[in-house]
Structures are given as C-alpha cells and as structure tokens.
C-alpha cells in the first residue's frame, strides 16, 4: 500500500463518518491521523456533541463485527478487571476460563475517563501503550487495529479524579469537536428527525486494509530538515518562560508519526513543514504545563502557547 492509497481509504471512512458527524470533517481528519499512527485521541468535550457517535460511525466503517466495538462508562466502583477481564471459575468445566474484558476490541470510547479513580485508569496504561494487557500473570495481546477515544468533560470538576500526566502524554493528540455552527446544527436537524444515519452505515474497508495503512504510514519520508524543525519545535517548549514542563521526546516523536499521517492524507510520500505545523497544537499542547496556576484554562492556554512558539520557530524552505 503506498500514500495514495492511504489518501483513498482515508477519504472515504471520512466521507462515511460525515454522514453522521456533520461539519467536523477537519477534526474528523486529525482522528483519523491519530488512528493511521495506531495512537489514541482524549476529547475534552460538553456531553451531546457526538463523541460516542463519532466512535460508533468510526467502528462502523471499518468492520460489520458488532464486537469491534466497546463503550465502557467510567464510573467510581469500576474496578480494573471491568475493563481488561478476569479469570472466573467454572463449576462444570472444573476448571478457570479468561473471560475478555471490553478492551479487547478495535475501537474503544472510554466514556468520562476522568470519573473513575486513578487505580482503574492505570488499566489503561499498558493497553494504550504496548497493545497488551497482563491479567492474573498472563499476557494478553490486544487486537489490530486498537484504538481508544477517551472522553472527558472539561467543565465539571465535582466527583471526577484528573488525569495524571503521564497517562495524558500517552494520548497521541487532545481535540475538542465543539459546537456546530448554526448551518450544521441545521442539518443535523434534517438529517436525524427523520432517519438514523448511524444505522445505515457501511464498512468501507478491513481491519487488515486498516493495518496496513498504518505500516504504510510509518514509510513516509523524513527528511533531515524536517527532523531538525521538529526537534527545534520541542526544543523552544522547553524554553518557553510560559511553561514550566516543556515536551518529552514521546511527544517528538509522535509529532513527526502524526505529519507522516497527514502528508499520507494528501497523497504525499514525503512530510512537508506545513504538516509538522498543522498537527503541531493538537499532538503537543497536553504535553506541556503552563506556569498558570488557572486550571481551568489551562487547555486553552497551552494550545494558545504552542501556537505562539510555532510562529517563533524558523520552518526549513526548499
């Protein structure tokens, strides 16, 4: 498969997914780069903006398999073995059978991560991490493609435990869908009183096609100048007398897996500068903690920072 292919099968679960989610195809496109990385996008949303709809259209369009799908509802009492499974004993068989948790599947929405406590969100650390889950001793390998949706709503604080930075630097990129404009909510309006788009979708490719695009992805050229932009990119976060934490090497490099991506969205073999800048805020403004200790706007305030150093660093010309 080369990036052309990528383009093809990339435009099309695009297409599929807008006919669920309309308007957003731009942050539809971002997800999509996260999932052709084999990363995992956290949606820092209000409930109702189509998050779980947007998973279940993602899912739809790759696979029939009602099984590829999982939505799991974070709440205080899960425990960690609700997500990844447990070994039960069975009575007739006279002996322990592994029954799977809802993680073993393709696309994941874990629902209001932020809800439950920091024990069961570490159950996710492994699985987001290494493709993997150790249960009772045992390792278990998740299947292909895997990828996590997280949701969390930024406005209440009541009853939720924040996500720790480490697991935070473990998802490929934050995005917000935020509101329709009132053309889209418009047609939105048309386009589910009388239907149910969701329903009627229909997979436009396969898992193994999924695979392979994401090993095609991992081809796309880099070139020498384009490596020294993103390392100059970190290197002025580090700098920055607007942050306290700048950006780790795992964020480097997810920045240059992430342009890889979308140069493959575009047809392009080879990553170009405006790539490295288009998916810059989005792959490095959780990784960074400002110096403002206004938690509440803290998100706003590091996407507004790493947008300001990009403008400060010097994009390599032809």
């Not at 709809?53 to 799991?72: G, P, Q």
């Not at 393709?106 to 493709?131: F, H, K, V, W, Y």
């Not at 020294?228 to 780790?248: F, M, Q």
């Amino acid at each position: 498969m080369n990036a052309s292919t990528v383009k093809s099968l990339a435009a099309a679960i695009n297409q599929n997914i807008s006919r669920v989610i309309y308007g957003k195809e731009d942050k539809i496109d971002l997800i999509l780069c996260a999932l052709l990385c084999a990363g995992h996008v956290l949606l820092d949303d209000i409930p109702g903006t189509g998050k779980t709809s947007l998973a279940k259209a993602l899912a739809k369009s790759i696979t029939s398999d009602e099984n590829a799908f999982r939505r799991i509802q974070f709440t205080p009492d899960l425990l960690p073995s609700d997500i990844t499974g447990i070994h039960y004993y069975n009575q007739k068989e006279n002996e322990f059978i592994f029954r799977a948790g809802p993680v073993f599947a393709n696309i994941i929405i874990a629902d209001e991560i932020n809800r439950t406590t920091p024990r069961t969100q570490s159950a996710l650390l492994e699985c987001m991490e290494e493709g993997q889950t150790t249960i009772d001793g045992e390792t278990f390998v998740l299947p292909k493609p895997f990828f996590i949706i997280a949701t969390q709503n930024p406005i209440e604080s009541q009853g939720t435990f924040p996500l720790p930075e480490a697991q935070i630097d473990r998802f490929l990129m934050r995005l917000s869908l935020g509101y329709p404009s009132g053309e889209e909510e418009k047609a939105i309006l048309d386009r589910h009183i009388e239907q149910t788009p969701l329903a009627e979708l229909t997979p436009v490719c396969t898992a193994a096609e999924l695979v392979e695009a994401q090993a095609a992805v991992r081809k796309i050229h880099l070139s020498e100048a384009v490596k020294d932009y993103i390392v100059r990119i970190a290197a002025a976060t580090r700098s920055s007398e607007k942050l306290r934490i700048g950006v780790s090497p795992r964020g480097s490099l997810a920045l240059a897996h992430v342009a890889q991506a979308r140069a493959a969205l575009d047809g392009r073999d080879y990553v170009l500068p405006d790539d490295v800048k288009q998916v810059a805020v989005p792959v490095l403004a959780h990784r960074v903690i400002s110096k403002s200790q206004n938690s509440v706007r803290l998100a706003q305030s590091t996407e507004t920072i790493v947008d300001y150093l990009l403008s400060t660093v010097p994009a390599p010309i032809e």
